[in-house]
């Protein structure tokens, strides 16, 4: 007895398949495990749903489902007639075996529902573009991408056995005991790399610093490090144009001093044909470069995402934390920053990715002044650490007379994986900006 609901041909959907889940539950109660992860939602037919929750109310109260409790729970929501009535229950086990299989099923189904899901996304896209104006074409696709990764998101990967994660965890074991890990990014300053391991896929990193200790030029110098190396880089810089982020590569590459780029007109022929080189060795790097001042969290998130599936990204950069824009009222910003954190702590796990956060700390003033930031120091949210992986610090010390921090500092190890913490002497380069340690 068919359903007074059957699917309109638009829209993808198995009307047989969501029978045979639910009566081979009324038949086997156990193998409801199989819808586990499986939302109401995924059911086409309006009638199929209600029946699907009665089910699972069912379930949570300790009963069992079968065909009087079944019928009794959708009276008492009055939804029996909506679904057909208790003919239309009793049709569900015709032609299923006595203790049928459902996860082909439950398979069916879900790919179904993901084909409408997408459907629906394209459908909203197509609407915003039709306004003609009302939003900018940049905003709607990823609006679109964000709505489709996450619909990838959603579907569930099927669990590895015991078998291959113990293979898997052992082959990193074997990897990292021959020097032949590649899946830990270096630093480039041996003792820290040392201390923490470098970058780690799945795992964040957040580097912490008051104004102008070097935040920036120890990522620059990792970018131009790994990204040489032909490992895809993807850097969201809210504080720096891509020009200026440019310039910096180029001046590393090319060993030309930097503030030569900031004033061109200094330049010798040599240091031009030294950086025209340079150019051209960066434009052929796998750095993608976002300019994030217009970002918020989920959409740098988003844009990651699209990076890892697209040109797979391995370590993404976010300059910095506190500049992100955030919607909502300045007195939540403690909140909207933590939960930026948690965001990006998600995608490195997600995704695979070695993600690495910038984040300011609170200034210290007066005699307090040169007094090294710990983890409590990092601005408007401790969560920002809690949900590091590792959290490095850099300090460098302020001259009395200049007022600019000295060239010798210390990176500091405040949070990490392994527990060892400590610091690491290290030395800015005014010329290069970059650091050179031990």
């Known amino acids: 007895m068919p359903s007074h609901d059957e699917p309109r041909s638009k829209y993808p959907a198995s009307a047989d398949a969501e029978r045979s889940i639910l009566g081979a539950i009324l038949l086997d109660n156990p193998s409801a495990e199989e819808t586990y992860g499986l939302p109401d939602e995924a059911f086409y037919l309006d009638s199929h749903r209600r029946i699907m929750r009665a089910m699972r109310e069912l379930f949570a109260d300790g009963v069992a489902v079968d065909i009087t409790t079944l019928p009794?729970?959708?009276?008492?929501?009055?939804?029996?007639?909506?679904?057909?009535?208790?003919?239309?229950l009793a049709s569900l086990t015709e032609g299923l075996p006595r203790r049928p299989s459902i996860a082909d099923y439950v398979r069916i189904v879900r790919e179904k529902w993901m084909l409408r899901k997408i459907i629906g996304v394209c459908e909203r896209t197509i609407a915003s573009a039709e306004d003609q104006g009302e939003d900018d074409p940049?905003?709607?696709?990823?609006?679109?991408?964000?709505?489709?990764?996450?619909?990838?998101?959603?579907?569930?990967?099927?669990?590895?056995?015991?078998?291959?994660?113990?293979?898997?965890?052992?082959?990193?074991?074997?990897?990292?005991?021959?020097?032949?890990?590649?899946?830990?990014?270096?630093?480039?300053?041996?003792?820290?790399?040392?201390?923490?391991?470098?970058?780690v896929p799945r795992e964040m990193t957040v580097l912490g610093g008051r104004p102008a200790q070097?935040?920036?030029?120890?990522?620059?110098?990792?970018?131009?490090?790994?990204?040489?190396?032909?490992?895809?880089?993807?850097?969201?810089?809210?504080?720096?144009?891509?020009?200026?982020?440019?310039?910096?590569?180029?001046?590393?590459?090319?060993?030309?001093?930097?503030?030569?780029?900031?004033?061109?007109?200094?330049?010798?022929?040599?240091?031009?044909?030294?950086?025209?080189?340079?150019?051209?060795?960066?434009?052929?790097?796998?750095?993608?470069?976002?300019?994030?001042?217009?970002?918020?969290?989920?959409?740098?998130?988003?844009?990651?995402?699209?990076?890892?599936?697209?040109?797979?990204?391995?370590?993404?950069?976010?300059?910095?934390?506190?500049?992100?824009r955030f919607a909502g009222k300045p007195e939540h910003r403690h909140m909207q920053v933590s939960d930026c954190a948690v965001q990006l702590a998600r995608l490195a796990k997600d995704e695979d990715l070695a993600v690495l956060l910038l984040s300011s700390v609170t200034e210290k003033s007066g005699s307090n002044r040169n007094q090294a930031p710990t983890l409590q120091d990092f601005r408007q949210s401790g969560d920002i650490a809690y949900e590091a992986h590792t959290a490095l610090l850099i300090h460098r010390e302020i001259n009395d007379e200049t007022e600019k921090p000295e060239q010798d500092g210390v990176i500091i190890v405040a949070k990490a994986r392994s527990d060892e913490t400590g610091g690491v002497r290290v030395r800015f380069s005014n010329s290069m900006l970059t650091f050179e340690g031990q």
């Not at 009794?72 to 909506?82: M, P, V």
């Not at 996450?150 to 052992?170: C, G, R």
């Not at 990014?185 to 923490?196: A, C, R, T």
Request: aromatic letters at 6%; proline letters at 4%.
């Open 72 to 88: 009794e729970r959708l009276g008492q929501r009055k939804e029996l007639q909506a679904i057909g009535g208790v003919a239309y």
């Open 214 to 324: 070097g935040k920036t030029g120890l990522t620059v110098q990792l970018i131009a490090r790994h990204c040489s190396l032909g490992v895809p880089v993807h850097a969201f810089e809210i504080e720096m144009s891509s020009g200026g982020l440019l310039r910096r590569l180029w001046a590393i590459e090319a060993g030309v001093p930097f503030h030569k780029l900031r004033h061109p007109e200094r330049q010798s022929e040599d240091d031009f044909r030294m950086l025209m080189g340079a150019q051209r060795k960066v434009s052929n790097w796998p750095l993608t470069i976002h300019e994030a001042s217009s970002l918020d969290a989920s959409q740098i998130v988003s844009l990651a995402k699209m990076g890892a599936h697209r040109r797979g990204t391995k370590i993404v950069i976010v300059d910095y934390l506190q500049r992100m």
């Open 138 to 199: 940049s905003e709607i696709v990823t609006a679109a991408d964000h709505d489709l990764l996450a619909i990838v998101a959603d579907s569930p990967a099927a669990e590895p056995s015991l078998e291959e994660q113990s293979y898997t965890e052992f082959e990193r074991m074997r990897r990292q005991r021959t020097g032949d890990d590649t899946m830990a990014y270096s630093f480039g300053i041996p003792k820290l790399d040392s201390l923490i391991g470098g970058l």
